[in-house]
């Protein structure tokens, strides 16, 4: 996600922000991020303290299958009407993120072995959700199961919360059900987070509006997505010394990206040799999506 950005929308446009109970958004078509989804429940639903997944008899994990499969049936049964959205390729920029989170996971998996040897049920609980990472088979596995269920999903062609702003943003469905924060910044004129966190956590389901939050902190979104970049994305590495404050500071008097380079003391503030700051604003403004107005798109996502 993009570091702070939830914190900077709290202090700078809490009216963006409403919170609802699940029953409230009855008959409404959410968009969801699949893949955030099933990282969540391979992380959650666990057979015990030893940190391992729920298995069938041949040894498979099935803890993505029971995850989806009660969340679902728990939206649908508040009235809610999901939409599913599976992650396709992840861009060229996307390389160096993804190849810092296999090295994490690699470090955690050296960890958990270290713990279990040690028989340290809190080292192991922490290490065994570090090791974590959604497979194409998990995708495979949800998406057999929402077909037998009769729920709608498609593949995106990329990111799945850019193909979710779109089906957004095209009036095929209310919001975008995600935990990422990054998929305003593709432009989704409504999101919701905590919609499939466990209801052992409480959480109220988070709205956030993205007008409000344009209209609140007095920016243009071409002003909203360099205020992004410089907090931090997957895209790109960001300006080292510029925290959430410092990046909202200077957006407001300067604009954009290209206009902070030219006056921040680069002495100060590191910034990256051969910053891909542009790619990376391509990235979240035109990115690689199934058109809202695609029919067999349409057809895919149709709740009958």
């Given at each position: 996600?993009?570091?702070?950005?939830?914190?900077?929308?709290?202090?700078?446009?809490?009216?963006?922000?409403?919170?609802?109970?699940?029953q409230?958004?009855?008959?409404?078509?959410?968009?969801?991020?699949?893949?955030?989804s099933?990282?969540?429940?391979?992380?959650?639903?666990?057979?015990?303290?030893?940190?391992?997944?729920?298995?069938?008899?041949?040894?498979?994990?099935?803890?993505?299958?029971?995850?989806?499969?009660?969340?679902?049936?728990?939206?649908?049964?508040?009235?809610?009407?999901?939409?599913?959205?599976?992650?396709?390729?992840?861009?060229?920029?996307?390389?160096?993120?993804?190849?810092?989170?296999?090295?994490?996971?690699?470090?955690?998996?050296?960890?958990?072995?270290?713990?279990?040897?040690?028989?340290?049920?809190?080292?192991?609980?922490?290490?065994?959700?570090?090791?974590?990472?959604?497979?194409?088979?998990?995708?495979?596995?949800c998406?057999?199961?929402?077909?037998?269920?009769?729920?709608?999903?498609?593949?995106?062609?990329?990111?799945?919360?850019?193909?979710?702003?779109?089906?957004?943003?095209?009036?095929?469905?209310?919001a975008?059900?995600?935990?990422?924060?990054?998929?305003?910044?593709?432009?989704?004129?409504?999101?919701?987070?905590?919609?499939?966190?466990?209801?052992?956590?409480?959480?109220?389901?988070?709205?956030?509006?993205?007008s409000?939050?344009?209209?609140?902190?007095?920016?243009?979104?071409?002003?909203f997505?360099?205020?992004?970049?410089?907090?931090?994305?997957?895209?790109?590495?960001s300006?080292?010394?510029?925290?959430?404050?410092?990046?909202?500071?200077?957006?407001?008097?300067?604009?954009?990206?290209?206009?902070?380079?030219?006056?921040?003391?680069?002495?100060?503030?590191?910034?990256?040799?051969?910053?891909?700051?542009?790619?990376?604003?391509?990235?979240?403004?035109?990115?690689?999506v199934?058109?809202?107005?695609?029919?067999?798109?349409?057809?895919?996502?149709?709740?009958?």
């Amino acid at each position: 996600g993009i570091h702070g950005l939830s914190k900077v929308i709290a202090d700078q446009a809490p009216r963006a922000l409403k919170e609802y109970t699940l029953q409230q958004l009855f008959n409404r078509k959410v968009a969801i991020d699949a893949s955030t989804s099933i990282y969540q429940f391979l992380i959650a639903v666990r057979s015990d303290t030893m940190g391992s997944q729920l298995t069938n008899a041949a040894g498979e994990t099935t803890s993505h299958l029971m995850g989806m499969f009660y969340r679902t049936i728990r939206l649908v049964e508040a009235g809610l009407k999901p939409i599913y959205v599976f992650d396709g390729k992840a861009p060229m920029a996307k390389a160096r993120e993804l190849s810092k989170r296999t090295e994490k996971r690699q470090e955690a998996t050296d960890g958990l072995a270290a713990a279990r040897e040690a028989g340290n049920e809190e080292d192991i609980m922490k290490f065994s959700k570090r090791t974590v990472k959604v497979t194409r088979q998990h995708n495979e596995d949800c998406m057999k199961l929402l077909k037998l269920m009769g729920v709608p999903y498609i593949q995106a062609p990329g990111e799945a919360e850019a193909q979710c702003s779109e089906i957004v943003k095209g009036c095929l469905a209310y919001a975008v059900g995600s935990e990422d924060l990054d998929t305003i910044t593709f432009g989704a004129p409504i999101m919701m987070r905590y919609l499939t966190v466990s209801e052992a956590k409480k959480l109220p389901i988070a709205e956030y509006t993205l007008s409000k939050i344009l209209e609140d902190m007095e920016m243009t979104m071409d002003q909203f997505v360099d205020m992004c970049i410089l907090l931090g994305c997957d895209y790109c590495d960001s300006i080292r010394g510029i925290g959430p404050k410092k990046a909202l500071e200077l957006i407001k008097e300067h604009k954009s990206i290209e206009a902070i380079l030219e006056v921040i003391d680069q002495e100060k503030y590191k910034v990256p040799e051969n910053w891909n700051f542009v790619e990376a604003r391509e990235l979240f403004k035109n990115p690689n999506v199934i058109p809202a107005s695609d029919p067999e798109l349409q057809q895919a996502i149709k709740w009958d």
